[in-house]
């Protein structure tokens, strides 16, 4: 079981942590594989924001690099993703999930995953 929390109403330019935390029988395969964060908004697909693999350096879409930084405590089960300047376009609910890279280079998302948190950028 994944379970993020962190989310809230920011206004623009502000900052929030989100947090995910792995329990159960999710541990183990959350600690030894990649862990992404997604954004939805509305009924949209779900954007992949952030990674943090396993070993290896973090990739971010573009519209988030330099402001978002994805890091992972693997002692406490949990990933971080620290979000600044926050502007309306990250309004969304995010989830994480573990991952796995593909043959293309990208990245395939697993059945774990959580329920969401809400993020709400205020302009």
Not at 41 to 63: F, H, I, T
Not at 87 to 110: F, H, P, Q
């Amino acid at each position: 079981k994944l379970v993020e929390s962190g989310g809230g109403l920011v206004q623009a330019g502000g900052s929030l942590r989100l947090s995910c935390v792995a329990s159960g029988a999710s541990v183990n395969i959350f600690n030894t594989n990649a862990v992404a964060w997604y954004r939805q908004v509305a009924e949209k697909q779900r954007d992949l924001v952030a990674v943090s693999p396993d070993g290896g350096n973090p990739e971010y879409q573009d519209s988030v690099k330099g402001r978002f930084t994805i890091s992972r405590d693997n002692a406490k089960n949990t990933v971080y993703l620290q979000m600044s300047s926050l502007n309306a376009e990250d309004t969304g609910v995010y989830y994480c999930a573990v991952v796995g890279r593909n043959y293309a280079g990208g990245w395939d998302v697993s059945d774990y995953w959580g329920q969401g948190t809400l993020v709400t950028v205020s302009s």
